[in-house]
């Protein structure tokens, strides 16, 4: 199964993983918003309908996900206090207690579908259409602290706490360097083979480099050509005969 | 039709938050227990049976709605109905919201697991929460609340209309089924490290 | 009362402008010559003997209205002075136009990190800020300026008089120094949000 065609139905998107990929890259989809758990439930699903799980693909699955789910964790909870080492019988204890809190709400939350379903209210939001005109304002001189607008903008002033990414244990690596790498090859070069160019890599840098290459794809700068299943990718210049030429 | 029953008639129809009956006592300068018979009046007049527009407690007062045989077409004449086609994101973020008042961003990711920027800014836009100032805490998170428009919407009277949160509590056999799923996926981990 | 007449009722209670009938008839689906019959039973049922909603032919359409008699009742809830205070949203956004002014409303969102329709919409009607034309940037947003009322209101004499910030220096006379530092911050704030 190739990650990039696994379909996803969120909440927050709907279509293949890789186009969501490029959505989070192009920054047009939040992270933050993406329950990444359904993700993999939607991967687990499809490969149990397949009845196979082939390991290149799942670990390409997992290095993408784990990179994923960490960008995830600092952009939700920015100060690390809140991700201190747990013993596994805490992490649990913690998960369950959060999973009741959640149900609760759940529940709230379909006490609200069903009161709205069972009697719709519709009134009027806004003034009545013939009403009187409102007289104009009344002034109460002095009635209002000035020190309140300073404070006001003195708290808009004021830097939020830095996020500190001292616990992010390899380095993050950057799909830009890989998106200037590959366009300055396709520059001399009509395409380049992609297991050669990621060759040495480690896992995290090759799922950055794949990510780079979807990106490219998306902007139609390349397309993918893979003879066959499996088969080694060559990623070539659109359009590279015009360029040459020009 | 008493000229006091009138009054309060017209009151109600031209307020555009409902009223409540010291305020009609103010606005009419009648002793609050003489706005009951008129209440009473108009109450019998705009009921479901005798006309498409009801009258009806909510929001810490009175107010007019459409009946709800009429609710549809009435939908149509807004762009975009309080609570037509709310998301289950949406509905989860609303109820935080309308039991943890006044709440930030962060504190209702951390309760639905995922962050819920989309939904807070769907809820903004149809009037049913509204930014209640800033919070304390480090980088002073905006805060929300519900509106009149929320309670007017799922015919509250006042905060206290909601019911309580224990109502919504998992039964002991939820608990089980549960702990169990997450033993489960616990056990499934540990099988395959 | 038929369907067809308890409709065109809750639509004319509920809209903000009076409709025609050729609007009540695409909204109720009904051709138009079907929509007389009921408006002629609401004129007779909301006609002034009955009522003190009256329903009214105006300029444009139907539309309900306070009858004439309760004039005097409904101006004291017009002029009712607003309920409750400024809200820290509107306190918020009246900081920032009194500092910044003439600022846009795209600008104001972007520097609380929330959308502040409402608070603009609120002190507009309190007469605490006014349109003072439109920007040059994108779009040309309408952008705002505090009132008379506002600096009466809050006893200043001018714009120079505005507190101190205890975060800034306010030396310049003009705000682009502390306009672009909102910003920065706002930045930061939205890139960790």
Redesign the interface.
């Given at each position: 199964m190739i990650v990039a065609d696994l379909e996803l139905d969120l909440?927050?998107f709907q279509g293949p993983f890789d186009l969501l990929l490029a959505l989070i890259l192009r920054e047009e989809v939040?992270l933050?918003?993406?329950?990444i758990?359904e993700i993999i439930a939607a991967y687990v699903e499809r490969a149990y309908e397949r009845g196979e799980l082939d390991l290149e693909s799942a670990s390409e699955f997992l290095v993408l996900v784990a990179a994923l789910l960490e960008i995830k964790v600092r952009?939700?909870f920015?100060?690390d206090e809140e991700i201190e080492e747990l013993t596994?019988e805490q992490a649990?204890a913690e998960?369950?207690a959060?999973?009741?809190?959640?149900?609760?709400?759940?529940?709230?939350?379909?006490?609200?579908?069903d009161?709205?379903a069972q009697?719709?209210?519709?009134?009027?939001?806004?003034?009545?259409?013939?009403?009187?005109?409102?007289?104009?304002?009344?002034?109460?001189?002095?009635?209002?602290?000035?020190?309140?607008?300073?404070e006001?903008?003195?708290?808009?002033?004021?830097?939020?706490?830095p996020?500190d990414v001292s616990s992010v244990r390899r380095p993050l690596v950057s799909v830009d360097v890989f998106l200037e790498r590959f366009r300055s090859i396709l520059r001399d070069r009509r395409g380049f083979a992609f297991d050669e160019a990621v060759h040495g890599l480690d896992r995290l840098s090759q799922a950055a480099a794949f990510l780079a290459v979807l990106e490219l794809v998306k902007r139609g700068e390349v397309a993918g050509e893979q003879a066959e299943t499996f088969g080694p990718i060559r990623v070539v210049a659109v359009g590279g005969a015009e360029q040459a030429l020009a | 039709m008493s000229e006091l029953t009138r009054s309060v008639e017209a009151l109600l129809f031209i307020s555009t938050e409902p009223l409540s009956l010291g305020e009609l006592a103010t606005l009419t300068e009648a002793p609050p227990e003489r706005i009951e018979r008129p209440l009473d009046a108009l109450l019998d007049r705009y009921c479901e049976e005798r006309s498409g527009v009801v009258l009806e407690k909510a929001a810490g007062g009175y107010g007019f709605r459409a009946s709800p045989d009429t609710a549809d077409v009435c939908a149509r004449l807004m762009e975009r109905p309080p609570a037509r086609g709310l998301s289950q994101a949406a509905l989860e973020t609303l109820a935080i919201v309308a039991y943890l008042s006044p709440v930030s961003r962060p504190e209702i990711a951390r309760i639905r697991g995922v962050a819920s920027d989309s939904a807070v800014a769907n809820l903004l836009e149809r009037g049913l929460i509204e930014d209640a100032g800033r919070a304390d805490t480090p980088g002073n998170p905006v805060v929300y609340r519900t509106t009149t428009v929320f309670r007017r919407t799922f015919g509250l009277e006042d905060e206290e209309a909601l019911p309580a949160l224990t109502q919504f509590e998992l039964t002991e056999s939820d608990h089980q089924a549960l702990r169990a799923r997450l033993h489960l996926v616990a056990d499934q981990r540990a099988g395959q490290a």
């Open positions: 909440d927050v939040e933050a918003e993406v329950p758990a952009l939700l920015p100060s596994p649990e998960l369950f959060r999973l009741i809190e959640y149900r609760r709400f759940q529940g709230a939350a379909g006490w609200l579908r009161r709205a009697t719709p209210r519709i009134f009027r939001i806004g003034p009545a259409p013939l009403a009187p005109p409102r007289p104009a304002p009344l002034v109460l001189e002095f009635s209002e602290d000035p020190w309140r607008l300073a006001a903008v003195d708290t808009l002033l004021v830097p939020p706490p996020i | -």
